[in-house]
């Protein structure tokens, strides 16, 4: 199967996302997801489309966030809606790794539901260490046209430290998308599975912290 690539049917809204997300709130803080106001997109992965729609985010060599200025304690939940278009398909998913050192990836907690079905949880760094040799989202083929939700649930804990709670990160993810039909069993072949691990962090971060695991 090819390597899943991109290409822009939608307009990129709100580029300058963080001076929006930042008036919306009213708060002087940027929302969680912050690269842009509204966006959406379809990435082409061999014959199959897959079309993605999503609040705050770009589709550009991936579907991508940028995360910061979060208040302690805040949480909430961003979706990305994704419908594969044509044919019954196993769908994948893939993140990027995180920074060596990243001391806000560490502390936020997030759950990745697809369909109602938690895929991964864990703080997000861990997450996107966990997923970056890919899974297979659902339980089966999906059907063309029909619509299923990626929850991105988060969480930044109370006890979280001031000056990491100012910190920004990010993530990103690539999706696959291969024919039910040129497969012989129920998973399919994982088109990630040959991609290198991430390098694991340091053993302390943030030192002297705990930032609990409450998703």
Known sequence: MAPPSISRRKVLAGLGGLGV???VSGAGTYAFLTDAAAS???????TLSI???????LVDDGVSFAIGGLDRGASGTETLTLTIETNPANLWLRTDCPPTIDRLGETLLVRLRYDGRTVESGTLSSVRRSL???TSLGTG??????????????????ETPETVAGERTSLQFEFAAEQCR???FPDGNNPFAGTS??????ECLPC???SGNRI
């Open 21 to 23: 997300a930042g008036a």
């Open 40 to 46: 959406g997109g379809s990435i082409q992965s061999g």
């Open 51 to 57: 079309d993605v729609d999503c609040r705050r985010c």
């Open 132 to 134: 970056r040799r890919g």
């Open 141 to 158: 083929c999906t059907t063309p046209g029909e619509r299923a939700d990626l929850d991105i649930e988060w969480e930044l804990p109370l």
């Open 182 to 184: 040129h497969v012989d």
């Open 197 to 202: 691990l991430c390098d694991e962090p340091p």
């Open 208 to 210: 002297g912290e705990d």
